[in-house]
């Protein structure tokens, strides 16, 4: 009984403040105090972000151009070596290594990296117990939003993968706000659509700075694009929960844990096989027949004419009209299981319409070694200042990759939001690149 009490007082003794004595020192509520700040809580949010988008994308670039190299430039030709060596047809041979296999090389070689990277730092936030103040932080926006403040977290791990993001939502107990937070997660770019960003905008805004501000304009266009993602989050969260998914607000309680030392080897593990391997697995699954569909409407000729050429054509108009072009909506069309996959595909596209120079044939994607080489291959095909601007926006804007509907329909098991979640962020990007297009043009 005497240990008893002895315990509780040690307890009183280190949580009661007492009017006589000094405040004791607490580190968690000290860093609270700073990281939930009204004033600092968001640029320390932002900044910390920040830093974990620059090193997946600084760190992956190396382990990506290892595997490029290895998986690419090494199996392939020897793969077509053996190919020869047992005298497979050369369509076979186009169709199995050039087609499936390429398509698949493509998107492991992008996609594993910055996963592997960011989805452990992502866990170890957590594990420290700091996604729980962006959680808090964030709380407020999202419920005028008629959302969920958890919804914060699902957006956060919509940056790395989609599918991800739609997979933790299942954090968020109402059925309501958890379809409104799978909905919108498309709006958080996913490191597949980021190499689409940071190409463009080097290779078109950052040019037309000095080249000492270059890298410096060219970061900026894309995080402008991103935070442009997070405010539309915001609007259809809003405009879904006063219409279709109108309803009210739930409130929740939110425990802050206490700031604990992460176990990085357990989190790197888990986080590795429980999300980068599963999201992989799924992506993979569906770039086979992707990158067969690129192969065939590449090599299929009718007249003497690729069924690429023809589709081409055929998009052409639309494309023009939205200030984009055919080309470009076709690598989107084909390019759906993957975004990885999208720029190798539009290289590929343009050299087969334009006749240009460059690439290994048709339906072998490819990339290019300098930026003077892009410029080159884009503008031949026509492309300008606002053909980049808007592809920027519908790349934002576009529906999510075949991976990220399969995930939308197997956590809500319904045809109809998988319908929603996947047609309403692509009509948005036509609206939108419609409107800059118009104005645009007549500004000009």
Not at 54 to 80: E, K, R
Not at 97 to 122: C, H, K, N, Q, R
Not at 209 to 219: E, H, K, M, N, V
Request: glycine share 8%.
């Amino acid at each position: 009984m005497e240990d008893i009490y002895t315990d509780a007082a040690r307890l009183a003794d280190r949580a009661v403040t007492r009017p006589d004595e000094k405040p004791r020192f607490d580190l968690d509520r000290t860093i609270d105090r700073i990281v939930t700040s009204q004033v600092w809580g968001f640029p320390m949010m932002i900044l910390l972000f920040t830093l974990v988008f620059w090193l997946t994308i600084t760190g992956a670039n190396y382990p990506s151009q290892f595997l490029a190299s290895l998986l690419i430039d090494t199996a392939v030709p020897w793969l077509h070596g053996l190919a020869n060596a047992v005298g497979a047809p050369w369509w076979l041979a186009g169709f199995v290594i050039d087609g499936m296999y390429l398509a698949t090389a493509w998107v492991v070689s992008v996609m594993l990296p910055p996963m592997a990277i960011f989805f452990p730092l992502f866990t170890l936030l957590e594990d420290f117990g700091y996604l729980p103040r962006v959680a808090f932080n964030l709380d407020n926006i999202f419920h005028k939003s008629g959302a969920h403040g958890k919804q914060a977290l699902s957006m956060m791990m919509g940056f790395g993968c989609n599918a991800a993001g739609v997979v933790a939502t299942r954090v968020i107990d109402s059925p309501r706000e958890r379809l409104i937070a799978i909905i919108t997660n498309n709006f958080a770019l996913c490191n597949g659509r980021w190499p689409t960003q940071i190409l463009i905008a080097t290779v078109f805004i950052g040019a037309m700075a000095p080249a000492y501000l270059a890298g410096l304009i060219s970061a900026l266009a894309v995080v402008s694009i991103a935070m442009l993602g997070v405010l539309l989050s915001f609007a259809v969260s809003w405009s879904l929960s006063r219409t279709v998914l109108r309803g009210e607000v739930s409130t929740f309680s939110l425990e802050l844990p206490p700031y604990r030392p992460p176990q990085v080897w357990r989190t790197i593990y888990t986080s590795f096989i429980d999300r980068t391997i599963y999201v992989l697995w799924r992506a993979v699954v569906f770039a086979l027949p992707a990158g067969a569909a690129i192969w065939l409407i590449s090599n299929i000729t009718v007249g003497g004419t690729s069924i690429a050429e023809y589709l081409v054509t055929w998009l052409h108009p639309l494309g023009i009209l939205v200030g984009l072009n055919g080309v470009i909506l076709l690598a989107y069309v084909v390019a759906i299981p993957a975004n990885e996959i999208v720029i190798p595909t539009v290289l590929m596209l343009t050299v087969l319409v334009t006749g240009g120079e460059g690439g290994a044939g048709a339906g072998v994607m490819f990339e290019m070694n300098s930026t003077s080489d892009y410029v080159a291959l884009f503008t031949a095909g026509g492309w300008t200042l606002l053909t980049a601007v808007n592809l920027m926006l519908f790349s934002l804007m576009h529906n999510p990759c075949s991976t990220t509907i399969y995930t939308i329909y197997k956590e809500t098991g319904s045809k109809k939001w998988t319908a929603v979640a996947a047609l309403l962020p692509l009509a948005m990007g036509f609206i939108v690149t419609f409107f800059v297009a118009q104005i645009w043009r007549l500004l000009s």
